[in-house]
Structures are given as C-alpha cells and as structure tokens.
C-alpha cells in the first residue's frame, strides 16, 4: 500500500508540474466562468459571514448555546470562502493548480473537513430542534462547557472521518479539472481497494448517517408540530404561544439550512460517485456537467448568512435595535455639528449700568 502511496504522490506532483492543458478537455470559457463564479461567491460569502460573526461578537443577548452552533458554522463557512472559493477562482484563471502537491493535500483535508463540519454541524442543529420541539425539553447545551463540549465532539469526529488520507486510507489529490484538490474517486477497484474502502467509510459516516438522522428528526418533529397545531388554538397563556411561534421560525430556518445545504452538496456527491464508478467526462459538455456541481457547491458560504438574518428572529431584532442605535447616534452628531456658536453676551451687569448712570453729567 505505501509502494502505492508513493506512486501515486509522484505522479500527482508530474501532473502539477506539467500539466497538459491541450488533451484536457474543458475549454476555456468554462475556467474563467468557473473563475468569477468562485470569486464572486467566495467574496460575498466572506462579507457575509464576517458580519454575522461581528453581530454576534458584539450583542451579548445572541451568545446563546443555540447560537454558538450557528457561529461554528459561520466560521466553518468563512474559512472555506477564503481557502475554497478564491483559491479555486485564483487556480482557474491560471487553468491549474498553481501551489506545490503537499500543498493540494493540505487544501483537500481543509475542504473535506470543513464541508464534513457543516453537515455534522446541522445534524446537531436538528437533534436540538427535535428535542425541544417533541420532548418539549433542552438538548444538553445549558451551559458555556456543555456547549464547548458538543463543538468538541463535532471537531473530533469530523476530524476522525478527514484524516485517513493521510494515514494511507483513501487519497487526496486534484479533481477531474485540475483546478482544485479533493479525495480521489478514481480509483482501480480491483487494485486500489484501500481507496474503495475510504470511499465507503466516507460516504457512511460524512454523509449518510447524518442525513438520516436529521431526516429522522424532522419527521418527529412535522408530526409533533401537526399534532400541537390545534393544541396550540386552545392555549390561553400568551407567553406559552409565543415560545411556540419562536421555536417554530427558528425549526423552520434550520430545515431551509438543511435544505440549502443538500442542494448545493448532492450533485457533487452523485458526479463522485459516478468518478468512482469509472466515468470520465470526454467533451466540453461532459465537463461543463461536471463543473457544475462544483460552482453549486461554492454557493453554500453565501446561503446560511442570508438564512440566519431571514428566519432569525433573535439576530432580526438585536441587527435592527444596533441598526437604530447607531442611526439616532449619527443623527445626534450631525444635528450638534449644525449647530451655530452662541454669539457673545450683549448684557450689561447692573453694577455696569449704575457706573454709566453715575458718570454722566
């Protein structure tokens, strides 16, 4: 297996070395779309999320255990927006990879991880959602180190589904378009079993499990918010329905998340398994195709700001009382630097006057 390994590292560093754009195949036009896409995704997806993190940092009321998953994301997504979208815009306007093999490896890990992250990341998201909503109780984050916990077990088990590569189970190295760098699904099966293996520990524990689980939980949960609908219509405690109503947009965002999130990452994941099965794109179609679900999945950095702000009732209110805040603060100062000095005091004391009284003749 590490005979393999070697060759295969080598080659890799032939094929970034030299790389034969003329046999190829993709033309042109497709980097340079591919190019600003990535660009402009990545750059938005950056603003986006640094003002999400700043609203955050600076409203104290938003630092909640909920939150702080929110915040793991947005920091998850940020990063990926630098090392991912611009990376990948920078590499196909130059139509290759312009950093070194080990440097490709690395890049692959940071990606599988991150994107790995975002999904164990919402699975948790929906766990919590399915707690309160059915059991009517709190996933156990109540406090600042059982929520430092959770994000810990996420970084861990994420961590153990993205390093094998490097171990020699499973391989990193450049995609079809030798544009950017990821876990090589083509593979001999019959040679290369230890890549086949990898594929199927990944796919289990990256991506399938997760996404039971949270289909699990937003079955219960559907049903438990259809059976409570007209529960809902009897209560009369104001306080109790508005919890519902808050719980309830905060459900919904997270499901639009997940939503989002399975958009933009399912094509991807049905183009690896068709590199895994042996196709290989052979026309400018065929790998416009497979450029697709590329671009679709830079969209995700950009998507889960605009859904915090949108369904978010917390960030709503906290964005638009600092946005108040900050808007009567410029009034006050514009209003102060209008106003005109005071001319001087015209006014004479009484002592002044009986002076001039008595001094004339």
Not at 28 to 34: A, F, T
Not at 128 to 150: A, E, G, K, V, W
Not at 236 to 245: G, L, Q, S, T
């Amino acid at each position: 297996m590490k005979g393999g390994r070697m060759m295969d590292n080598s080659t890799m560093i032939a094929n970034l070395s030299e790389p034969n754009l003329e046999t190829s195949g993709p033309p042109s036009i497709l980097y340079y779309i591919m190019g600003f896409w990535a660009l402009g995704t990545g750059t938005t997806g950056f603003l986006a999320n640094i003002l999400v993190i700043l609203v955050f940092c600076i409203t104290p009321k938003l630092r909640t255990p909920f939150n702080y998953l929110l915040m793991n994301l947005s920091a998850c997504e940020l990063v990926i927006s630098v090392t991912g979208n611009w990376l990948l815009a920078a590499n196909s306007f130059s139509r290759r990879w312009l950093l070194s093999a080990r440097a490709c490896q690395v890049n692959a890990f940071g990606m599988t991880y991150l994107g790995i992250l975002s999904i164990v990341t919402l699975t948790v998201l929906a766990i919590q959602r399915y707690m309160m909503i059915t059991q009517d109780r709190q996933f156990p984050l109540s406090t600042n180190l059982s929520t430092c916990m959770t994000l810990v077990l996420i970084w861990v088990y994420t961590l153990a589904i993205a390093l094998p590569p490097f171990l020699g189970f499973g391989e990193f190295g450049l995609n079809t378009l030798k544009v950017s760098c990821g876990v090589v699904w083509d593979f001999n099966i019959n040679a290369d079993h230890y890549k086949v293996e990898y594929m199927v520990y990944i796919y289990l524990l990256g991506f399938l499990i997760p996404l039971m689980i949270i289909f699990y939980c937003y079955t219960k949960i559907m049903k438990a918010v259809k059976s409570s609908g007209m529960n809902g219509l009897l209560e009369n405690d104001a306080k109790r329905r508005a919890k519902r109503r808050r719980d309830r947009k905060i459900t919904n965002m997270v499901a639009i998340m997940l939503a989002a999130y399975l958009i933009t990452w399912f094509p991807y994941a049905i183009v690896s398994i068709s590199e895994a099965a042996g196709y290989k794109p052979y026309s400018s179609l065929t790998f416009a195709i497979y450029a697709l679900p590329t671009m679709l999945a830079k969209v995700c950095v950009c998507l889960d700001p605009l859904i915090y702000f949108g369904f978010n009732p917390q960030f709503q209110d906290e964005v638009r009382k600092y946005w108040n805040k900050q808007v009567i603060n410029l009034e006050v100062s514009f209003q102060g630097s209008k106003e005109t000095p005071r001319a001087p005091s015209t006014l004479v004391s009484p002592a002044t006057e009986f002076i001039e009284a008595t001094s004339v003749v």
